[in-house]
């Protein structure tokens, strides 16, 4: 099976972005670059699942900011970049692109669980053909709140999650209730803040 055809297995499962927008610049070195264009080519870049999913857009980075505040559960000197989110708030993150290239480890960031996970075998081509289509990352895929939040005409702005308000760990439930629109700094730093404490 080419590369095509396995990062193919994701256009299957999440189609074409929409919107879709420019890609994000993860690479320095020239082959990984192109490598990377030939993945984005495929698939795209933008908005997946009715703006469930944010993946691989120029602005990503932008939210690089977010990983200071949890540094405390991440090892120190260690390059990353935000190549993708949820509209919960989780981060995928890419480490050492400079260095590894597409081959960059990827770790989930579950601001809920206030944890930083890394997955053997995960990077960009396995997150396309085997983690994201086949749900293997806990939880990050679950949008049963979304959707609900959607159907009964809520709309989240570019710059906003369905943010929980209390923390399944101190009585909160997976309730539409129990969530609400806000911009994404802030979100991290209020449960960065309460996982701290």
Do not use: C
């Amino acid at each position: 099976m080419s590369a095509d055809s396995e990062i193919s297995v994701f256009t299957h499962h999440f189609g074409r972005p929409e919107p879709a927008v420019p890609p994000g610049d993860f690479f320095a070195d020239k082959f990984d670059k192109s490598l990377w264009r030939m993945m984005y080519d495929e698939v795209g870049a933008g908005w997946y699942r009715n703006r469930f999913l944010y993946l691989f857009g120029a602005e990503l980075p932008q939210l690089n900011p977010i990983l200071e505040v949890w540094n405390g559960i991440m090892a120190a000197d260690v390059e990353r970049t935000v190549i993708g989110r949820n509209a919960y708030g989780a981060l995928l993150v890419a480490e050492s692109t400079t260095e590894e290239g597409t081959d960059a480890p990827i770790g989930l960031l579950d601001p809920w669980q206030g944890t930083y996970t890394k997955y053997e075998g995960l990077d960009f081509a396995s997150l396309l053909s085997d983690w994201l289509p086949e749900n293997q990352l806990p939880g990050f895929l679950d949008d049963a709140v979304y959707t609900a939040f959607r159907q009964s005409g809520g709309q989240l702005a570019d710059h906003e999650v369905l943010a929980i308000q209390q923390p399944l760990s101190g009585g909160g439930t997976l309730e539409l209730g129990n969530f609400q629109p806000e911009e994404v700094l802030a979100f991290h730093q209020r449960l960065a803040a309460g996982n701290a404490t």
